[in-house]
């Protein structure tokens, strides 16, 4: 019979430790150290060479691969010499791959670009395919091409390896199965791994794609032909023309096309999961058009699909809607060609600024990059505000600020404090002490409200009775939150000052 602590343990893990799948259940039981085994982690790394790349083998590897003998019962470790388990475990440390190294990410307009390295660009991020270490164990000179047809998006895998681990005399020893980690991204399951199929798919698709939805933009981008191809072509044009299209998700056909687009999203959006099926979703899909004919623009014209803003509709009370940026994704090859710039300051905004029920704009979570543009653009408005001149500025956070940046430019009211804070310190005189020190104390209110509701919200828990002392305790110090506040100020006052520059050369 059990004992008491054994049922309160059991009763414990089922309400903190929800059920993992398969594959995750693998990955966490690959990541266990079994110290006694491999000796002190900081003093044992072993370096193994995968391909042309020279790896890092550290001990969670090690010890995955340790970990996966003994519950395949491959191997009895622990009846091992310890030379003998050190010898073991160093035999297969060159079957471990870091995801991000061996990962090619292609855009293929033609069968020509399924073979030209130069289309080819690296994912940011692995973890939310292969696991949190982003490691692939079981294979040697791993080598794995994720390639799309630049329109329609059909999807191809193409995986290579020199060795794979069941090749060896490993009894019960298995690698990693990275088709279905690959096929698992894949929403309707539907890709291909043979390459002439791809290669037919290619052919048959390219002229007749054309992009979904209603058209809601064009412009043009300039580069030069230096710059880094993104396609087979041995020429490259210096001006590039790109048209953004408005989809919803109730168009069927246009989602079956965004769930193939999605799969690259999960290397490049952290924390990135799949947007349901709801009417109250846009898509502003960005797609480059082009012409296989250089010499005669109309003829040949095509399409490739280069990135997306997906925006949720939230209902404002009482009778608007607040939309949300939820997604921006450009692709690496169409970066730095000013595209999420021209989404947020232009498209998105045309479109619902015309709107009459559109309260404000707002953004989920942005990313460094993406909030830097927003700032740009948003301070850039703001200047020609009466609210925002200098002397208001200087005064101060006013109502005025928050109205006029909502009403003109749907401009919500976080937001707007982070402009009046950045166009505030473009009018600071840093060398005046008393000024500078007034803007000083006006950003650190803001960074300090958080700590300061906190400490209000457990004296009151206090007044009421409740044991607050371990909350207390956890807060830090009055001199530890006056340093770590000047840090936050500093950072920000950093990521300020490379707005107004972008300001100052805009100008």
């Given at each position: 019979?059990?004992s008491?602590?054994?049922?309160?343990?059991?009763?414990?893990?089922?309400?903190f430790?929800?059920?993992?799948?398969?594959?995750?259940?693998?990955?966490?039981?690959?990541?266990?150290?079994?110290?006694?085994?491999?000796?002190?982690?900081?003093?044992?790394?072993?370096?193994?060479?995968?391909?042309s790349?020279?790896?890092?083998?550290s001990?969670?590897?090690?010890?995955?691969?340790?970990?996966?003998?003994q519950?395949?019962?491959?191997?009895?470790?622990?009846?091992?010499?310890?030379?003998?388990?050190?010898?073991?475990?160093?035999?297969?440390?060159?079957?471990?791959?870091?995801?991000l190294?061996?990962?090619?990410?292609?855009?293929?307009?033609?069968?020509e670009?399924?073979?030209?390295?130069?289309?080819?660009?690296?994912?940011?991020?692995?973890?939310?395919?292969?696991?949190?270490?982003?490691?692939?164990?079981?294979?040697?000179?791993?080598?794995?091409?994720v390639m799309?047809?630049?329109?329609?998006?059909d999807?191809?895998?193409?995986?290579?390896?020199s060795?794979?681990?069941?090749?060896?005399?490993?009894?019960?020893?298995?690698?990693?199965?990275?088709?279905?980690?690959?096929?698992?991204?894949?929403e309707?399951?539907?890709?291909?791994?043979?390459r002439?199929?791809?290669?037919?798919v290619?052919a048959?698709?390219?002229?007749?794609?054309?992009?979904?939805?209603?058209?809601?933009?064009?412009?043009?981008?300039q580069?030069?032909?230096?710059?880094?191809?993104?396609?087979?072509?041995?020429?490259?044009?210096?001006?590039?023309?790109?048209?953004?299209?408005?989809?919803?998700a109730?168009?069927?056909?246009?989602?079956k096309?965004?769930?193939?687009?999605?799969?690259?999203?999960?290397?490049f959006?952290?924390?990135?999961?799949?947007?349901?099926i709801?009417?109250?979703?846009?898509?502003?899909?960005?797609?480059?058009?082009?012409?296989?004919?250089?010499?005669?623009?109309?003829?040949?014209?095509?399409?490739?699909t280069?990135?997306?803003?997906?925006?949720?509709?939230?209902?404002?009370?009482?009778?608007?809607?607040?939309?949300?940026?939820?997604?921006?994704l450009?692709?690496?090859?169409?970066?730095?060609?000013?595209?999420a710039?021209?989404?947020?300051?232009?498209?998105?905004?045309?479109?619902?600024?015309?709107?009459?029920?559109v309260?404000?704009?707002?953004?989920?979570?942005?990313?460094?990059?993406?909030?830097?543009?927003?700032?740009?653009?948003?301070?850039?408005?703001?200047?020609?505000?009466?609210?925002?001149?200098?002397?208001?500025?200087?005064?101060?956070?006013?109502?005025?600020?928050?109205?006029?940046?909502?009403?003109?430019?749907?401009?919500?009211?976080?937001?707007?404090?982070?402009?009046?804070?950045?166009?505030?310190?473009?009018?600071?005189d840093?060398?005046?002490?008393?000024?500078?020190?007034?803007?000083r104390?006006?950003?650190?209110?803001?960074?300090?409200?958080?700590?300061?509701?906190?400490?209000?919200?457990?004296?009151?828990?206090?007044?009421?009775?409740?044991?607050?002392?371990?909350?207390l305790?956890?807060?830090?110090?009055?001199?530890?939150?006056?340093?770590?506040?000047?840090?936050?100020?500093?950072?920000?006052?950093?990521?300020?000052g490379?707005v107004?520059?972008?300001?100052l050369l805009?100008?």
């Amino acid at each position: 019979m059990a004992s008491t602590g054994d049922i309160w343990l059991q009763w414990f893990s089922c309400c903190f430790h929800q059920p993992q799948s398969p594959r995750r259940r693998r990955h966490h039981q690959r990541l266990r150290i079994d110290r006694s085994m491999i000796g002190n982690p900081t003093n044992f790394v072993h370096t193994g060479h995968i391909g042309s790349n020279d790896v890092e083998l550290s001990t969670n590897h090690l010890s995955a691969i340790q970990n996966q003998m003994q519950s395949k019962g491959g191997y009895e470790m622990n009846s091992l010499s310890r030379a003998e388990k050190m010898s073991n475990l160093s035999s297969l440390k060159g079957y471990v791959s870091c995801a991000l190294d061996c990962t090619r990410l292609r855009l293929v307009r033609n069968a020509e670009d399924m073979s030209n390295d130069e289309g080819c660009f690296k994912p940011e991020m692995a973890h939310q395919i292969f696991g949190e270490s982003e490691s692939i164990f079981g294979y040697r000179d791993l080598k794995i091409d994720v390639m799309a047809a630049a329109g329609p998006f059909d999807l191809y895998f193409d995986i290579n390896y020199s060795k794979k681990v069941e090749e060896l005399h490993t009894e019960g020893l298995k690698a990693d199965d990275v088709e279905k980690a690959l096929a698992d991204i894949v929403e309707d399951g539907c890709f291909y791994t043979n390459r002439d199929e791809f290669k037919r798919v290619l052919a048959s698709k390219a002229d007749s794609f054309r992009p979904h939805g209603t058209k809601v933009d064009e412009f043009t981008a300039q580069t030069s032909p230096s710059a880094s191809r993104t396609d087979g072509d041995q020429q490259q044009r210096p001006v590039r023309t790109f048209e953004v299209y408005l989809s919803s998700a109730d168009d069927a056909e246009y989602m079956k096309f965004h769930s193939r687009l999605e799969t690259f999203s999960f290397f490049f959006i952290d924390g990135f999961s799949r947007v349901e099926i709801d009417p109250l979703w846009l898509f502003f899909t960005v797609y480059e058009r082009y012409s296989i004919d250089n010499n005669n623009e109309a003829s040949g014209i095509r399409y490739a699909t280069i990135g997306y803003v997906a925006a949720y509709q939230y209902y404002a009370y009482p009778d608007k809607i607040r939309p949300r940026i939820s997604q921006v994704l450009v692709l690496p090859p169409f970066q730095k060609l000013g595209i999420a710039t021209r989404l947020i300051e232009h498209t998105i905004y045309e479109y619902f600024s015309k709107k009459e029920n559109v309260s404000d704009i707002t953004f989920e979570e942005p990313i460094e990059a993406i909030q830097h543009i927003r700032s740009v653009i948003d301070a850039k408005r703001c200047k020609t505000l009466p609210a925002f001149a200098k002397e208001n500025l200087l005064a101060g956070f006013t109502k005025d600020m928050l109205r006029e940046a909502k009403e003109r430019f749907l401009i919500n009211p976080k937001q707007c404090r982070v402009v009046y804070e950045i166009l505030r310190l473009g009018c600071t005189d840093l060398d005046d002490e008393q000024q500078y020190r007034a803007y000083r104390i006006e950003v650190k209110k803001r960074l300090n409200m958080n700590y300061n509701k906190h400490r209000r919200d457990l004296a009151k828990a206090k007044k009421r009775g409740a044991d607050v002392t371990a909350a207390l305790c956890g807060l830090p110090g009055v001199a530890e939150r006056i340093e770590s506040l000047h840090a936050e100020y500093k950072q920000v006052e950093e990521i300020y000052g490379l707005v107004l520059h972008k300001l100052l050369l805009a100008s």
